[in-house]
């Protein structure tokens, strides 16, 4: 068994072809590109009992080898996977159940009939790969780099194969994403954690590519700085599945989403105070608010309007030819993996830090709750935009970690701030500043938020 570490970025045939000639690979190749065709079965039973377990089994013909290969569950975090493999050579190409047992298959399929295994799909490709190897301080990376052209193909559906595989040989995680970000400084990468095999059986059902990850699981003695990590963590890898699958299918609501987990980051990012300086978030922040000023707009106009919503997936398309997607999701990672924010703190900072969230957060609430003025608006609705920034921040928080909050209908307020936040981003008419009024009126009456306001 090894440990399989890599990162797997999409690319255009223009950007494969670049990465081939690119300055940076050139100067660190020390093996020349190694041109090699692969060609892939992959097996399943009639029910996708594999792949409701996360595992990947296949065949591949790599020129005169035959190599069985088993993938097991592993975990990806913003584009960076890991997951144990096991490979084995066999004399002819033919599916070796008596392999698939002990501690490679896993509990749930054991009580499986192996004999149920069946060719479902191929991934056929073309790799260039060469070993790219550098010093790092004192360390030594090897990363293997690999440029993939070819085709998924499942019956009669098909789609391309066109993307940049790192892998990492030796070296630390965060070696993958400073390679890749220096790349995508030029080159219009796109972080993406869909495997080969889930392209596959994406093909059968569109729907299958999970967008849902795992919610952090935020408990009441977790540090202020474990909670922001795991949150941002979570969004930043949501905000990449939901843009692969838009660009895949092009549903107006995994757009709408993709801005939503882009403007809950960027609430985040406001709302720790002296944990995380603005000096330290200054970046992030600029190029979230690039990302938003564009497309927040638009997401706003495509909810009355059929033709933005026609036209977006165009538009998202131009997007991903830019470099600006993928250099803000790799040097997000970067910034989250070296915890960049907690670097040059002052002691006032690593103590708020340090606090368990159940402290930290009801303070934070309950500071934004007075200075939100909600009495105010309910006399100026017309005014209520000005307030997003603060009412966003709270939503943000409120939506992920009000469990860990010790207040009566927290989720009613939630809902309610919700709808609240809605109405101020709506175009402002005598019936929109009406409802504006109203629900400012229902947000200020709710048990929780008076408990806020008295803390």
């Given amino acids: 068994m090894q440990k399989e570490t890599e990162i797997k970025l999409r690319v255009s045939r223009e950007t494969l072809a670049a990465l081939r000639e690119h300055p940076l690979l050139k100067k660190r190749n020390k093996s020349g590109w190694e041109r090699r065709e692969l060609m892939n079965q992959y097996f399943d039973t009639p029910e996708r009992d594999l792949a409701q377990a996360k595992v990947a089994l296949r065949l591949r013909r790599d020129g005169e080898e035959v190599i069985q290969t088993l993938k097991t569950r592993g975990q990806s975090i913003a584009g960076l996977s890991e997951r144990n493999e096991y490979d084995w ?165 995994l757009l709408q989403e993709w801005v939503e987990n882009l403007s809950e980051l960027r609430a985040l990012l406001g709302s720790l105070g002296q944990a995380a300086p603005r000096q330290s978030t200054h970046d992030l922040r600029v190029a979230l608010d690039a990302l938003l000023e564009d497309w927040r707009p638009l997401v706003q106009a495509g909810q ?82 000005e307030q997003l920034p603060r009412i966003e921040r709270i939503l943000s928080w409120l939506h992920h970690a009000r469990g860990v909050l010790e207040i009566p209908e927290a989720d009613r307020l939630y809902g309610e701030l919700k709808q609240l936040q809605q109405l101020a981003n709506e175009p402002i008419t005598d019936e929109a500043l009406d409802a504006r009024k109203q629900q400012a009126i229902v947000v200020f009456q709710n048990r929780a938020w008076k408990m806020l306001l008295r803390m």
Avoid at 307 to 320: G, H, I, N
């Fill in 89 to 253: 050579k066999l004399p002819k190409a033919k599916l070796d159940v008596k392999k698939l047992d002990g501690e490679c298959w896993p509990e749930q399929l054991a009580e499986l009939d192996k004999k149920t295994l069946k060719p479902i799909f191929t991934t056929d490709f073309v790799r260039e790969r060469a070993e790219i190897a550098w010093g790092r301080g004192k360390a030594k990376v090897v990363i293997e780099a690999a440029l993939d052209l070819g085709h998924v193909i499942a019956g009669k559906q098909k789609e391309e194969i066109c993307e940049l595989e790192l892998e990492l040989r030796e070296g630390e995680p965060a070696a993958l994403l400073e390679l890749a970000a220096e790349l995508a400084a030029t080159l219009a990468l796109m972080p993406c954690d869909i495997s080969k095999a889930e392209r596959g059986y994406r093909l059968f059902d569109a729907n299958s590519y999970s967008l849902s990850l795992p919610a952090p699981k935020l408990t009441a003695e977790l540090p202020l700085d474990e909670a922001f990590a795991a949150l941002s963590w979570h969004l930043l890898s949501s905000s990449q599945r939901l843009a692969e699958q838009y660009r895949f299918n092009g549903h107006w609501r």
């Fill in 304 to 385: 009355d309007d059929e033709d933005v919503r026609k036209a977006a997936p165009e538009q998202f398309a131009e997007e991903l030819e830019d470099v600006r997607w993928g250099l803000f999701s790799l040097n997000t990672s970067r910034w989250l993996l070296a915890r960049t924010w907690a670097a040059e703190r002052n002691i006032r900072g690593n103590r708020q830090g340090a606090a368990q969230l159940a402290n930290w957060l009801p303070r934070l609430l309950a500071d934004e709750a007075v200075a939100l003025q909600l009495s105010r608006y309910q006399q100026q609705p017309e005014d209520l935009a």
